[in-house]
């Protein structure tokens, strides 16, 4: 059974599927056995297939909804931030339109605040002269006094006549019917309305008028400049507590004690003092003496005393000790007025016991000594009246006094030279050429000698012209091996506030030098830096310390325009020329060809004008206008019509000197025709400039233009040439009003109605220049910033010509007839450096008002009265009111006379009174 028992197999390991095997039949057998059937794969596929989309749906929908979700927030986001932003424009057009509000209520404060203050300033001007006038009336009065006594007791007498001879003839039984009588005496009058008394009237008035033309070149003097002005708004308190901490301690600050004493006006100093004493019980004077030395103390000391005590003290050292300083004793009591002379009498009196007229008397002696004895007395008529008869009358008495006699009547000369008022002087010079072949001056110096003749030549050159006296006198201080610091001091002090500009002036003119520059050369340290305070009447001016500001913002990369702007800005033309020669001194350079080198545009072109003299630039303007192709014929009829002759004379002389050329010749060659003779009349410069005004010649010469123009055919080019380039600007003004009395139309209409072209436009511009030279400016700015672009050279040469003159009276007519500042329109249409520049200039016009000359050009009414002062001549229609009040035409008239301001040209104040100047004489109807 074992055999038959079959043995179970071996089994055989089942192979793994590799693909080694895998085409092996038996594997592929076994890999068959064990997959599932395809149905049931298809099935499971189907299963898993439908989960896994049910799962996607779910997922999408999700996400979908996730979606929605995310697509909302970002909608309500950009929902709630559209909110947001038009929330924030809607504030920020509120907050800009606000802004404008503000900015327009700002721009009308500004016009108010510029209103307001052009109205204070006109009341501080009001102010000024009335108090002028006030100070007038008391020394007319007091001058007028003994007079009015004479007259009172002539009239007491003339009464008393009068009754005597009324109770004669009623015995006689001849006596007049009863008649009204007028303060006691019989009224002769005849009726005012009356033929005889209206001719009577204008016989007068041509009396007068032709007196007033004969006397008019000895009355009227050139304006003064002036000098050193009020510190505004000064602080007597923190000045003494500066000047206090300035002298305390160790040590002495100079430089604070001259900047404040240099600064401040007499007036000024003396308030300082006062609460120097009140505040630290101690002397100013003292202290200051104390303090410093020298001439620096010397200096100081003298701008501290009042006026009248400087002088006395400076007469006391004149003649105290052995021997007497004559000349410092002639050059402190000759030149002084009546007034001036009394206080130094009152003063010398009190500070010394004695009586300067005994104590002069007892130090002098022979004819010198009557003449000083006579200047003391202060019996000199100081009114500005001049009588042509007695001028002959006092030259012939001179004449035969010293020339034509064997020896010197010295009494005459001293009554004449000590008794007459200067204007009569000057008339009484002039006759008195006429008799010899000398002039006076060479025949006191051939008929007397000494010491009476330098004094006698003191007073006629005082006569003649007190800026050239004081300058000589300057002159003489320093020429020569030391200077004599004495009369340096007495002539600066005594003159720091009266004429120091004009002696400045008539200075440069006389010796060919700046004072400047000699008294630079002549003193040192702070003494000089005091007396260069006073010469330039404004604080901290050194030409040495600009020069060094200027050469240091030009070094390096790169000028520093704001410093230049700053620097060149500040100053005045007289300031800038010293500024440009100390530069080259200093310096080896031209600081001309330094600024062109580091500037550039507009700018360059500005800071250059400014930097040259101003005959010069005009000069250059002109050869520009007129060079090359084609002419700017706008600009020549600006600059040749607006000119006075003696502005064109040193425009000439500029021009020629600059381009060898002829002014006249080259105007010639590039006009032609009616303008041509109208320019080159004007450039001849045949006007009169001080031609007073002539009521009567201003009618025919109305009546001359209006027969050449509007009644006739055609026009007398010729006629309107030789009128408009003849008279002087008051003359002119006075025809023009007359012309509108004669015809239809005004001037200018009847020029535009008779004229044509150039030659109407140049017409135009003497006319507008003669009316209101300030709104034709003004005009002319507007021109130049009007429409697209700016003419830069126009507005640049107004600004130049016109910074010392009128500028800031431009900027207010500019204001009143554009409604707008000039500020804002420089602003608007300029740009960096060139338009700062622009506004500093005009910021410093603003600040400077009231201390610049003014241009030629205004109503001169020639005056009878026998003390007169001019006011700034007023411009427009003012201007006519004013002349219409000044004949009595305008509610005036000779019942409430006329306003009348000052004293005598050479008296102690400053007066104005020439036509040339542009100034009005105001006194006494003529009528």
């Not at 001879?165 to 009356?194: E, F």
């Not at 003092?273 to 505040?279: D, I, L, R, V």
């Not at 008495?397 to 009494?411: I, P, S």
């Amino acid at each position: 059974m074992s055999r038959n028992r079959i043995e179970p197999l071996p089994e055989i390991p089942e192979a793994e599927p590799t693909l080694d095997n895998i085409a092996d039949p038996s594997v592929s057998a076994a890999l068959a056995l064990d997959q599932p059937s395809p149905a049931a794969n298809l099935q499971d596929t189907q299963v898993m297939l439908d989960s896994q989309v049910r799962e996607q749906e779910q997922s999408l929908q999700e996400l979908q909804q996730r979606q929605r979700l995310i697509e909302q927030k970002q909608a309500d986001a950009l929902r709630e931030d559209e909110l947001a932003q038009r929330q924030r424009l809607q504030n920020l057009f509120t907050q800009v339109e606000q802004q404008m509000n503000a900015l327009r209520v700002l721009q009308e404060q500004q016009e108010q605040v510029l209103q307001v203050l052009s109205i204070q300033e006109k009341v501080a001007e009001q102010e000024k002269q009335l108090r002028a006038f006030n100070e007038y009336q008391n020394a007319f009065l007091r001058t007028m006094q003994s007079p009015l006594q004479a007259h009172s007791t002539g009239v007491s007498t003339l009464q008393a006549n009068q009754q005597y001879l009324l109770s004669t003839l009623g015995s006689l039984n001849m006596g007049p019917r009863p008649v009204p009588i007028k303060g006691g005496l019989l009224d002769y009058s005849i009726p005012s309305g009356s033929v005889p008394a209206i001719a009577e009237r204008a016989a007068q008035a041509r009396i007068q008028d032709e007196a007033g033309s004969k006397t008019a070149r000895f009355t009227n003097q050139p304006p003064r400049l002036g000098g050193l002005r009020p510190y505004p708004n000064q602080d007597p308190d923190q000045d003494a507590k500066m000047m206090r901490k300035a002298m305390k301690g160790l040590g002495t600050n100079e430089k604070m004690l001259l900047t404040i004493v240099g600064s401040r006006t007499n007036h000024q100093r003396i308030l300082t003092a006062q609460a120097y004493c009140t505040n630290y019980k101690r002397d100013l004077y003292k202290d200051v003496k104390s303090e410093t030395s020298g001439n620096f103390r010397n200096l100081l000391l003298a701008l501290l005393m009042p006026p009248e005590r400087f002088l006395a003290l400076a007469v006391n050292q004149a003649i105290k000790g052995l021997g007497t300083d004559d000349a410092s004793l002639m050059e402190t009591l000759c030149p002084r007025t009546n007034e001036e002379m009394v206080l130094m009498k009152q003063e010398y009196q009190t500070m010394f016991g004695r009586d300067m007229v005994g104590d002069i008397k007892s130090d002098t002696s022979g004819s010198y000594q009557k003449l000083l004895m006579s200047l003391a007395a202060s019996d000199r008529d100081e009114s500005n009246h001049v009588d042509l008869d007695l001028a002959k009358d006092d030259a012939l008495r001179l004449y035969n006094a010293g020339e034509e006699k064997v020896g010197t009547d010295e009494g005459v000369f001293i009554e004449v030279l000590t008794q007459r008022n200067f204007a009569q002087l000057r008339a009484t010079f002039e006759a008195y050429s006429k008799l010899d072949d000398y002039d006076i001056e060479k025949s006191i110096a051939r008929e007397t000698s000494g010491k009476f003749k330098k004094a006698l030549l003191l007073i006629v050159k005082a006569a003649r012209s007190q800026p050239d006296l004081f300058a000589e006198l300057l002159h003489q201080a320093m020429k020569g091996a030391g200077a004599r610091h004495g009369s340096l001091i007495r002539v600066v002090v005594s003159r720091s506030e009266i004429d120091i500009k004009d002696i400045s002036k008539a200075f440069a003119s006389k010796y060919k030098h700046t004072l400047e520059q000699v008294v630079r050369s002549e003193t040192s340290g702070d003494y000089r830096k005091l007396l260069m305070e006073l010469l330039y009447c404004e604080q901290g001016f050194d030409p040495e310390i600009e020069a060094k500001r200027m050469f240091k913002a030009m070094k390096g990369w790169g000028a520093q325009k704001s410093t230049l702007n700053k620097i060149i800005s500040g100053r005045n033309a007289s300031q800038r020329q010293l500024i440009r020669e100390t530069y080259d001194s200093m310096y080896k350079r031209v600081l001309t060809k330094d600024l062109q080198s580091e500037l550039k545009g507009h700018h360059k072109d500005l800071v250059l004008a400014l930097m040259m003299p101003k005959a010069e630039f005009v000069a250059r303007e002109v050869r520009h206008a007129i060079e090359g192709l084609g002419t700017d014929d706008s600009a020549l009829i600006e600059i040749i019509c607006s000119r006075s002759a003696t502005e064109m004379e040193e425009l000439k002389e500029a021009y020629s000197e600059l381009f060898s050329r002829d002014l006249l010749a080259d105007v010639k060659a590039d006009t032609s025709g009616d303008y041509q003779r109208l320019l080159s009349a004007l450039v001849q410069a045949e006007r009169d400039d001080l031609e007073p005004i002539d009521d009567a010649k201003a009618m025919d010469e109305a009546a001359r233009l209006y027969a050449a123009g509007e009644g006739k055919l055609g026009t007398d080019e010729a006629t309107f040439i030789e009128v408009l380039t003849t008279h002087s600007w008051g003359q002119l003004q006075a025809i023009f009003e007359q012309y509108d009395k004669v015809c239809d139309y005004d001037i200018a209409k009847s020029i535009k109605r008779e004229t044509s072209s150039n030659f109407k436009k140049a017409l135009l511009t003497v006319v507008k220049v003669v009316k209101d030279p300030c709104e034709y400016y003004a005009d002319r700015l507007e021109k130049a910033m009007k429409g697209l672009g700016t003419n830069e050279r126009q507005l640049t040469r107004v600004v130049v010509t016109r910074e010392e003159v009128d500028l800031k009276e431009i900027n207010d007519a500019f204001f009143q007839k554009y409604k707008r500042s000039l500020d804002m329109a420089i602003h608007a249409e300029t740009s960096r450096h060139y338009r700062q520049l622009l506004q500093r200039i005009f910021d410093h016009a603003r600040r400077t008002v009231g201390q610049r000359p003014v241009r030629p050009g205004g109503v001169h009414v020639v005056s009878s009265h026998s003390m007169v002062q001019t006011i700034p001549a007023p411009r427009g229609e003012m201007s006519r009111k004013l002349l219409m009040q000044a004949r009595g035409q305008d509610g005036g008239g000779a019942d409430k006379g006329y306003l009348t301001l000052g004293t005598d040209g050479d008296g102690a104040r400053n007066r104005k009174d020439s036509t040339a100047q542009g100034y009005v004489q105001i006194g006494e109807s003529p009528l």
